[in-house]
């Protein structure tokens, strides 16, 4: 008996059909294409079109047969129809015209004249009732799915009181479909047509907002009926997300055939309509099709971002292109994608841990120049007798959470990485500069967090101070800086990583410092293969690296610390900070520690090759804690 799942709310299951809502080009048939794998599925495709394209042109079937040859759906069309002469197709299509005509949509989303749209149109609904109950019972499926896509049509099915119908919101980035529209694609399925339709951004954008908008408005409140999920978290987590669906749609223990996480064995399906892959068969490797990031025209980017601004936002994508920009790019450009990913990081996790991270509450930051100005009237420190400290971590490892205790103590002078003086683009300043800051400064420590230059961390170490300088270096644990990383920067670390692969990022400061032995452990995985959160967990994997290819875990000066053993006893991890450092401790350094770490049982699906990879520099990371930790215990 199949799991009664997230859809699963009725009593009485009649025929059940799980129906693909979105857009042309967001993935539909690829999705289904998979799910049809799974025991107690049938996929039959773009059903809307059986109509025109399997009883009027007679196309191909999934499976490679012509719709009228296949014995499938011949056997279907006897039992729900009593052979093809039963149904007048032609009379279908001008129903189906009739009803889910785009001009529809206004009908559709009000209650008022929804109930309204499907007068005079019983023969229509009840021959749908007999195609979906022959399909079931033909075939024996649980589930029977159906990728049509239009939100129109999925009115019409909702009326027929013989199906149970969940939906599935598929929703793609409106510029990858928008690209996807504009290239020729060649069809093989015997239409009279050689190319599938092409159509121009704004058309494509304009059919992206109706049709994503009429399908959250109409259905969107119906948590136990209606699924949102978004393409790029499929082919991210094909595996997890899959299984997501099918649990959702009461299938929890049906298996799909994946080889891994990044493959999957697709056998014959008889999907009758939908993108020429459905004909696909055998080993499928399952990657993201970015080709629009590196190809798409500025100027049609501009036009799709523009005008589905508002919901490209509201389903978490950036507005601003997510390349790894070069440091020459324009500084407008620059400061537009990293304004687009806050926005997206914002919205995902909420806006106040956004200004909490980001240091933006200006009441916090007015206090905190108060206490440091009301230290320096009482204290006079020599110039040029500050001591620096340097902190070094990978990004999203807790560096935010050290910075923002070590500034509440008015000894302290911090220079982050937003501060123009010591930065340019993440980039520290050259020596002579920070020098001079060292020295003009009037506080006892200053502190850096030189993210993006690991690699100078022992330069640093020995610049000619007064009072030597002393670093800290962050880690935590791969899983949860991998999710961390992903929710934040996309697929960056993917595409940076992949640059290095290839030899053009040579130059890139995610590169500096990196050992051949790195880069050969870089080159031998496949990174059109790689999901994003394994590319994260591969960059936590070289930029962690350095702390022992720099030799220092065996330097005095450098203390390793552990955010997870921060934020399980933040007082005694302070401590140690504190003692390392020559500096008082007192309890408004934590006051504003939270563990924020999603445990254990949120482990995530990583290549098992940088699994292996990570689970041993994290185990020689946590002992060379333990033992720098030791020494200020």
């Keep these: 008996m199949p799991i009664r799942g997230q859809f699963d709310d009725l009593d009485t299951v009649t025929t059940r059909v799980l129906y693909i809502l979105g857009t042309g080009r967001s993935g539909s048939t690829f999705l289904a294409n998979v799910l049809g794998q799974a025991k107690g599925v049938f996929s039959a495709g773009e059903l809307r079109y059986i109509w025109e394209r399997g009883f009027v042109q007679d196309r191909l079937c999934g499976c490679g047969s012509a719709f009228s040859e296949c014995e499938v759906w011949t056997a279907i069309v006897d039992e729900a129809f009593g052979g093809r002469s039963g149904v007048d197709p032609h009379e279908m299509m001008r129903a189906q015209e009739r009803t889910a005509r785009l001009r529809r949509v206004a009908d559709l989303i009000s209650v008022r004249r929804s109930a309204a749209m499907y007068d005079g149109e019983s023969e229509y609904l009840e021959t749908l009732c007999a195609l979906y109950g022959a399909i079931r019972r033909v075939t024996g499926a649980d589930v029977v799915v159906d990728s049509s896509k239009l939100p129109a049509y999925a009115g019409a099915l909702a009326e027929v009181d013989d199906l149970d119908l969940s939906l599935l919101h598929l929703i793609r980035d409106p510029r990858a479909a928008a690209y996807s529209w504009s290239r020729r694609k060649e069809l093989a399925d015997r239409s009279s047509q050689t190319h599938m339709e092409q159509i121009g951004p704004l058309k494509s954008s304009v059919l992206w907002d109706v049709w994503n908008a009429a399908a959250e408005i109409k259905w969107g409140r119906n948590g136990t009926r209606y699924l949102r999920m978004r393409y790029e978290d499929i082919v991210s987590e094909p595996r997890q997300q899959v299984e997501t669906v099918l649990a959702a749609a009461g299938l929890g223990d049906a298996e799909i055939p994946f080889l891994g996480d990044r493959a999957v064995e697709i056998a014959p399906t008889h999907i009758v309509a939908g993108n020429p892959d459905r004909l696909r068969r055998g080993s499928v490797a399952i990657r993201r099709d970015d080709e629009w990031e590196r190809s798409m025209r500025r100027s049609d980017r501009l036009v799709v971002t523009a005008t589905t601004w508002p919901l490209l936002r509201h389903y978490g994508y950036s507005s601003a292109s997510p390349d790894v920009l070069p440091q020459d790019a324009p500084p407008m450009r620059r400061l537009v994608a990293r304004a687009g990913r806050h926005w997206t990081w914002g919205r995902q996790q909420g806006f106040g841990r956004l200004v909490e991270e980001d240091n933006l509450n200006p009441m916090d930051r007015l206090r905190g120049g108060v206490e440091r100005w009301r230290w320096r009237r009482t204290h006079d420190i020599e110039p040029g007798t500050a001591r620096p400290v340097w902190l070094f971590g990978v990004q999203r490892s807790g560096t935010n959470m050290i910075v923002r205790g070590l500034e509440r103590a008015p000894e302290f002078e911090v220079r982050n990485e937003n501060d123009k003086a010591a ?45 030597h300088g002393r670093a800290l270096w962050a880690f935590r644990d791969v899983d ?8 934040k920067f996309r697929d960056v670390n993917r595409r940076a990583l992949s640059r290095v692969a290839e030899g053009a990022g040579a130059d890139t400061w995610q590169a500096q410092g990196m050992t051949q032995g790195t880069l050969d452990e870089i080159r031998s995985f496949d990174w059109d293969q790689l999901d994003d959160h394994s590319a994260a967990a591969m960059f936590w994997y070289v930029r962690n690296k350095l702390y022992f290819d720099l030799g220092l875990d065996g330097r005095a000066d450098t203390l390793l610390v552990s955010y997870d053993d921060f934020v399980a006893d933040a007082e005694s991890a302070m401590r140690v900070i504190c003692s390392f450092l020559e500096l008082e401790f007192r309890p408004a350094l934590i006051a504003h520690v939270e563990d924020r770490s999603p ?13 292996e990879l990570c689970t041993g520099l994290y185990e020689r990371l946590v002992t060379a804690a333990e033992r720098s930790r030791a020494r200020f215990t």
């Design 423 to 467: 930065f340019s683009r993440f980039r520290l300043a050259e020596d002579a500069q920070i020098m001079r800051l060292i020295e003009h400064a009037r506080h006892p420590y200053v502190l850096f967090k030189p993210l993006c230059d690991l690699h100078r961390a022992p330069d640093l170490l020995g610049l000619p101070t007064r009072s």
């Design 480 to 487: 949860s800086r991998a999710r961390s990383a992903v929710a």
């Design 599 to 611: 445990g254990p049982e949120l482990r995530i699906d990583l290549d098992p090759g940088v699994r």
